[in-house]
């Protein structure tokens, strides 16, 4: 099975800010990956999928990239509403596995 | 308004059987596959099965291979999860979410949810 590591595991970050979110897999693949953000006691919300692709809503500010083996999540200038708990998860091999997540908090 | 929305969680005994339950709207529910993610307490989200959209291919987690079934109703546009032989690591908040894209395990739309807790 693969496995998804996510870094780092909590993220400072004073709004306004750049964050930079890693996602590294044990094997590679092309761009089958997506990231979903959850706030606290919220599901899920899916914002990028196919490794670069905004879901409809999703404000520019993310923007997800990489192939092979490393994926990043960008947040260009973090706002209030961004600070949540982000995942990469990869569906190119069965079964679908989650990166541990990282959490994005207020400095 | 596309929504799914989960049912069927509460306290169950080590051994002991739940069925989760989740109803859909606002979506043509059989032309969607779909899937069952859980999160444990304080814990990260982990993918626990998938059912395509006419029933017949199912996939399991390892850790719940056996244990667990997944099937669907598409005439009451509604998801199920049949849970036997719960453990004390199947406690978690289990979530009902629509499948797209390759494999069907891209998840867009996500219920609120449903807690389990197998505890003595």
């Known amino acids: 099975e693969i496995v998804m590591t996510q870094s780092p595991a909590t993220l400072s970050v004073s709004p306004g800010e750049r964050a930079t979110l890693s996602c590294r897999a044990s094997q590679s693949f092309s761009s089958n990956l997506a990231w979903y953000q959850q706030k606290p006691g919220q599901a899920p919300r899916l914002i990028i999928f196919s490794a670069s692709t905004r879901v409809t809503g999703v404000p520019a500010r993310f923007s997800g990239s990489g192939s092979g083996a490393e994926f990043t999540l960008t947040i260009s200038s973090l706002q209030s509403e961004d600070f949540a708990v982000y995942y990469c998860?990869?569906?190119?091999?069965?079964?679908?596995?989650f990166g541990g997540g990282t959490k994005v908090e207020i400095k | 308004e596309v929504q799914v929305v989960e049912s069927g969680g509460g306290l169950a005994q080590p051994g002991g059987s739940l069925r989760l339950s989740c109803a859909a709207s606002g979506f043509t529910f059989n032309n969607y596959e779909m899937n069952w993610v859980r999160q444990a307490p304080g814990k990260g989200l982990e993918w626990v099965s998938y059912?395509?959209?006419?029933?017949?291919?199912?996939y399991y987690a390892d850790s719940v291979m056996g244990r667990f079934t997944i099937f669907r109703d598409n005439a009451k546009n509604s998801l199920y999860l049949q849970m036997n032989s719960l453990r004390a690591e199947d406690t978690a908040v289990y979530y009902c979410?629509?499948?797209?894209?390759?494999?069907?395990?891209?998840?867009?739309?996500w219920g609120r949810g449903t807690t389990v807790t197998v505890s003595a």
């Open positions: 059912i395509g959209s006419g029933g017949r291919t199912i």
């Open positions: 998860q990869q569906y190119n091999y069965w079964p679908p596995v």
């Open positions: 979410a629509r499948g797209v894209g390759l494999r069907g395990v891209t998840m867009d739309v």
